[in-house]
T-cell receptor, first 114, second 114 residues
Framework: AQSVTQPDIHITVSEGASLELRCNYSYGATPYLFWYVQSPGQGLQLLLKYFSGDTLVQGIKGFEAEFKRSQSSFNLRKPSVHWSDAAEYFC????????????FGAGTILRVKS | EAGVAQSPRYKIIEKRQSVAFWCNPISGHATLYWYQQILGQGPKLLIQFQNNGVVDDSQLPKDRFSAERLKGVDSTLKIQPAKLEDSAVYLCASQGVRGGGEQYFGPGTRLTVT
């Protein structure tokens, strides 16, 4: 069965500090991997995606993620967090073999302290 | 281009009542998804349409939920009768042929069943 695990429910970081959000997946096909961000009362906005090729992908708002097949991980990073980054972050996995439907993790709530 | 539109944004109903949600995808997007996001969880796929045909409705509670996509454009999701556990945000997403599996999400409809 396909599943996505985000081990951290909440993370608090100081403004200007670096950030890493963890994501592990279990998937029976070649995965596409995504990170979405959701602000309160808003829909999901795509931060970045990995389909193939370079395992380090760059996204919007200064985020990047690295795909590590051996560890079944796709961790999200940002070198310097801004207060506006406070939101909930979701990792998701999909594939053409499964009709491109996405399986989401439970999310990580990021709090930024000044 | 215009994004995915959903209405209403908020709905409060009593249990055993019925409710309907509407989604207008991005123009030209053939694939449409409905997700249910319960508080504290990631979105879970309810149903996937390709044009006006159902691709996957394996997780749709068909005794009370129904969905249609007439003419392969707009879609409606209905719940009849609603239960307390249906309280959630209902997200609609669409996906084009190009873009490699990326789904674009609407703002969602927050349903509260009392």
């Amino acid at each position: 069965a396909q599943s996505v695990t985000q081990p951290d429910i909440h993370i608090t970081v100081s403004e200007g500090a670096s950030l890493e959000l963890r994501c592990n997946y279990s998937y029976g096909a070649t995965p596409y991997l995504f990170w979405y961000v959701q602000s309160p009362g808003q829909g999901l906005q795509l931060l970045l995606k990995y389909f193939s090729g370079d395992t380090l992908v760059q996204g919007i708002k200064g985020f990047e993620a690295e795909f590590k097949r051996s560890q079944s991980s796709f961790n999200l990073r940002k070198p310097s967090v801004h207060w506006s980054d406070a939101a909930e972050y979701f990792c998701a996995v999909g594939s053409m073999e499964y009709g491109n439907k996405l399986v989401f993790g439970a999310g990580t709530i990021l709090r930024v302290k000044s | 281009e215009a994004g995915v539109a959903q209405s209403p944004r908020y709905k409060i109903i009593e249990k055993r009542q019925s409710v309907a949600f509407w989604c207008n995808p991005i123009s030209g997007h053939a694939t449409l998804y409905w997700y249910q996001q319960i508080l504290g969880q990631g979105p879970k796929l309810l149903i996937q349409f390709q044009n006006n045909g159902v691709v996957d409705d394996s997780q749709l509670p068909k005794d009370r939920f129904s969905a249609e996509r007439l003419k392969g454009v707009d879609s409606t999701l209905k719940i009849q009768p609603a239960k307390l556990e249906d309280s959630a945000v209902y997200l609609c997403a669409s996906q084009g042929v190009r873009g490699g599996g990326e789904q674009y999400f609407g703002p969602g409809t927050r349903l509260t069943v009392t």
